[in-house]
Structure formats: structure tokens, C-alpha cells
């Protein structure tokens, strides 16, 4: 790991992206819709439960208006015993009619006072209120439950948790063309793929002060994500860019390069490691392609870490680095066996290859990087495979050359139209 590289514990925290945080979103989509959908059913609840204090409020506040108006014309009456000739003065009866009519203007007022008064404003309104409340209660709970997750979940999270950058993202291919994977530089799969890793080897140039890597180690957190495929590919790619490369299977638990690459295994790495054998005795030539070479894992049974940590190992790099630009390790993953970590010591820069689905457990993450640092500190970043976000697609380079083929058509008829002209464009004119 390189020296601006530290510990997964003491990483600083990039700021989150839109994507980043809309990936975190996608994931926990399930439980905001649950959440949305609870809101509405109670929201609903809620206002079917309340519904009936409204109707009361409103017979109540008509029997008090029917009430209101048999008192008024009772007090209309004439009153039996009242007249002229009453104690009463005409001053006292107009004050009475006074007070009366005050009573009643207050009464009016008081029915208007409701339950929820003028905030409800029917059931409509009241879903949507509840559906937005949902939605943000339910993003909250998303973001609180990505937060305390024990993976990583994005490309953008997997570089600010290990503080090493994407050095290539290489896109997601359909079932048809996964048994062909292995050729994708070749042109079979199609162009994203194959520029891909093209750009991902272009992007070794400039990892690091002394440019591509003369022993770059190739390897993974967990078994299965792709590195051996991506070192065929990465091998073949730095050939294409000028290299001379030399590309060994070193994962001799469970090798791979033989068979999808259609190449003998009978002598390799093991062969060589265990006898005296000279290295062109063990050494195939990569079909179609120049300048590139492969060692395929062998025959023989030996001891994995006995085997790596050999100084005949060691000495086979020293030597490749006298005839190669470039020698590629394709290694066994990290965790559970010590042999990446044995071939890091000798390599001068290592690549970690992780799909884009494998949400890597933080904790074996946190390790592994803490032991490569320990070993030696030459993590030069990622090799992002089987990526659906932050990749360029098939249209877009059909669409390139599509551009192109125009452009080309312009350029060889333009000089006819100038001809007709009369425009002379020769030097010697």
C-alpha cells in the first residue's frame, strides 16, 4: 500500500455522492415502500376514526341554531302581565333586548370552533400528507440502516473506506458472452469490454512514479470475482500498449488460466518450482496476441505457501523481469489463505479486483488491507468487474463510429467539391 494509503480504521470520509446516496436508496427501496405503505394505512385509520366528530359537531351546531331561533320568536311575545302599567320602565325592557341580542352573537360564533378546525381538509389531503411523512421517515430509517451496515455497498463507499482509487471499471457482460470473457480483448465480446481494460491498463502507467509495475499481483477479497479472468485481459491489453508480458498462475489451490485460455497444463509453475527446468521449457506463447506469454499452474501437487515462498519463486521473478516489461500474478483471494499475501512481498505493486455486487464484508476488507500493509505497502487501487454503474456502452461506441464512417465521407468528398472549384491545393500550384 502506497504511503497515502492508511489503515480502513483511520480512512477520512469522502462525501457521499448522488449516486452513492442513490445506490444506498436502491438498496434499501423494500423498506421505504414499507414504511410509505404503513403511513398511508394509518393516516387512513386515523381519518375514518375521526370522521364522526365532524357530523356530530355539525348536527349539534344546527339543533343549537333551531333552539336559537324558537327563543327569539318566544322572545318576540308579547310577555302575559307585561304593559304600561308594569314596574318595568321602556329603559329596561330595551336593555333586556340588548343583552339578548349580545347572547346570541356569541352563541353564533361558537359552532365554527372544530375539532381540527380549518387544518383538515379531507381525506385526500390528508394521504398525501401521510405518504409524505412515510417517505421521508422511511428515507431516513434507509440512510440510518446503510450507515450502521457491515458491507460496502457502493464503488464509491469501497474507495473512501480503503482510500484507493478505481483504476478501471470493467462492465457487466450478458450470459451469452460470460464463456468468452477470457477473449474480451480480442474484440469477440465487443468494444466496452475490451477498452476497458484497455484504459484500466493504461491507468497502471500512471499509479505509480516508475509506470507499469514490472511484477504487478493480481488478487481478491473473496474467491470467484473475477481475477483470473481479468488477468488474461490485463495481460493481453499491456501487450497491446507496447509491453512485453509474462503472465503466471500462481493460484495453484484452484487454477484457472489453462482451461479458459485452451492451453496445455501439463508442465508450469509446479514444474518448474520443484525441479530443475529452464523457464522457456514452461513458457507458452499467448495465441493471436504479440508479445504476450503465459505460466500455467502445472501438474504437480505441492504445498501452496511452501511453494510461493521458495527462493526458486523468487528467482523466477528476478528473472522474468531480464526478459519481460511486465510479469502478472494472477494469486489466490485474501481471505483464508496466506499465499497472496507471500506473493505481495515479492511483487512491486498489488491490484485488488472486487465486482460491483460483492459488497464486501468491512471487516475482512479492514483486514486484508491491514496485512498487505504490514507485508509490504504497495496497493496501487481497484479493478472494479461486472460493473452496471460509471461504464460507457455498446451504443455509445456504435454511435462513435457511426460518427466516424460520416466523417470520413466528408473528408474524401470535400476535395472533389473544391476541385470543381477550380481550387488548386498541390504544392506545386
Known amino acids: 500500500m502506497n504511503e497515502s494509503t492508511c489503515a480502513a480504521s483511520d480512512l477520512p470520509v469522502s462525501p457521499m455522492t448522488f449516486r452513492a446516496l442513490w445506490q444506498r436508496l436502491m438498496r434499501q427501496k423494500t423498506l421505504i415502500l414499507l414504511v410509505v405503505v404503513f403511513s398511508l394505512l394509518l393516516t387512513g385509520l386515523i381519518t375514518w376514526v375521526m370522521s364522526p366528530s365532524f357530523r356530530t359537531a355539525s348536527i349539534l351546531h344546527l339543533e343549537k341554531q333551531g333552539a336559537q331561533v324558537v327563543n327569539a320568536g318566544e322572545l318576540h311575545r308579547p310577555i302575559p302581565g307585561f304593559g304600561?302599567?308594569?314596574?318595568?320602565?321602556?329603559?329596561?325592557y330595551e336593555q333586556l333586548k340588548s343583552s339578548e341580542l349580545m347572547i346570541k352573537v356569541v352563541d353564533d360564533l361558537n359552532?365554527?370552533?372544530?375539532?381540527?378546525?380549518n387544518n383538515f381538509?379531507?381525506?385526500?389531503?390528508n394521504l398525501l400528507l401521510g405518504g409524505g411523512v412515510g417517505f421521508i421517515l422511511g428515507v431516513a430509517l434507509a440512510l440510518l440502516r446503510e450507515s450502521r451496515s457491515a458491507s460496502v455497498g457502493s464503488i464509491d463507499e469501497l474507495q473512501?473506506?480503503?482510500?484507493?482509487?478505481?483504476l478501471g471499471t470493467i462492465p457487466n457482460v450478458n450470459k451469452k458472452n460470460r464463456r468468452i470473457l477470457s477473449k474480451a480483448t480480442s474484440g469477440e465480446v465487443g468494444f466496452p469490454l475490451a477498452e476497458a481494460y484497455r484504459i484500466a491498463a493504461t491507468n497502471l502507467k500512471y499509479a505509480g512514479p516508475e509506470g507499469v509495475p514490472q511484477c504487478l499481483l493480481l488478487t481478491s477479497l473473496e474467491p470467484g470475482e473475477g481475477k483470473s479472468t481479468s488477468s488474461i485481459n490485463l495481460a493481453v491489453s499491456l501487450s497491446q500498449i507496447g509491453h512485453k508480458v509474462l503472465l503466471i498462475d500462481t493460484d495453484l489451490r484452484r487454477p484457472a488460466l489453462h482451461e479458459k485460455m485452451g492451453l496445455n497444463n501439463h508442465v508450469g509453475l509446479t514444474e518448474y518450482l520443484h525441479g530443475d527446468i529452464k523457464l522457456?521449457?514452461?513458457t507458452q506463447r499467448i495465441s493471436g496476441v504479440n508479445n504476450a506469454f503465459v505460466i500455467t499452474a502445472g501438474m504437480i501437487n505441492l504445498d501452496p505457501v511452501e511453494a510461493l515462498s521458495s527462493t526458486r519463486m523468487k528467482e523466477l521473478v528476478e528473472m522474468a523481469a531480464q526478459y519481460f516489461d511486465t510479469t502478472v500474478l494472477d494469486a489466490p483471494p485474501l481471505t483464508g489463505f496466506a499465499d497472496a499475501l507471500l506473493l505481495a512481498e515479492i511483487a512491486d505493486a498489488t491490484l485488488l479486483v472486487s465486482s460491483e455486487d460483492a459488497h464486501a464484508d468491512k471487516g475482512r476488507l479492514s483486514t486484508a488491507l491491514k496485512q498487505l500493509q504490514r507485508v509490504k505497502q504497495n496497493v496501487i487501487g481497484w479493478l472494479i468487474v461486472k460493473a452496471r454503474s460509471g461504464v460507457v456502452s455498446e451504443k455509445y461506441y456504435a454511435r462513435y463510429r457511426q460518427a466516424s464512417r460520416k466523417g470520413l465521407d466528408i473528408t474524401l468528398t470535400t476535395p472533389i467539391l473544391l476541385q470543381k472549384k477550380g481550387l488548386n491545393l498541390t504544392k506545386s500550384g
Open 84 to 92: 304600561a302599567s308594569s314596574p318595568f320602565s321602556h329603559a329596561q
Open 111 to 117: 359552532p365554527e370552533v372544530r375539532l381540527f378546525g
Open 121 to 125: 381538509r379531507g381525506p385526500l389531503f
Open 160 to 166: 473512501a473506506f480503503s482510500g484507493l482509487p478505481v
Open 280 to 282: 522457456s521449457r514452461v
